[in-house]
């Protein structure tokens, strides 16, 4: 089993930084694709970002330029840096990892960000 653990949720003001950590523990024999995702009240979960083992990364249009998604594969450690944070980014924040072939989420960390 595979467990995987947020931290660095809270909030900000607009305009604002956060950093999100999600790490991975437990029988990991290969760690491959990790993301962030986040879902809104009412809406699907979507992706915000994504890295490859080897450090290819994906952005959804809306945090393109504002997000970076960074990996430590020795400490299995998926980072979200969130510069200019904007009122609509407020919402749950879930990490995924595919870890021996299976997908699996993390249990979720709040951003919310005053305007």
């Known amino acids: 089993q595979v467990q995987l653990v947020e931290s660095g949720g809270g909030l900000v003001q607009a305009g604002g930084s956060l950093r999100l950590s999600c790490a991975a523990s437990?029988?990991?024999?290969?760690?491959?694709?990790m993301g962030w995702y986040r879902q809104a009240p009412g809406k699907q979960r979507e992706l915000v970002a994504s890295?490859?083992?080897?450090?290819?990364?994906n952005y959804a249009d809306s945090v393109k330029g504002r997000f970076t998604i960074s990996r430590d594969n020795a400490k299995n450690t998926v980072y979200l840096q969130m510069n200019s944070l904007k009122p609509e980014d407020t919402t749950v924040y879930y990490c995924?990892?595919?870890?021996?072939?299976?997908?699996?989420w993390g249990q979720g960390t709040q951003v919310t960000v005053s305007s």
């Open positions: 437990g029988s990991i024999f290969s760690l491959n694709v």
């Open positions: 995924r990892a595919f870890a021996n072939a299976y997908a699996y």
């Open positions: 890295i490859t083992r080897g450090g290819s990364t």
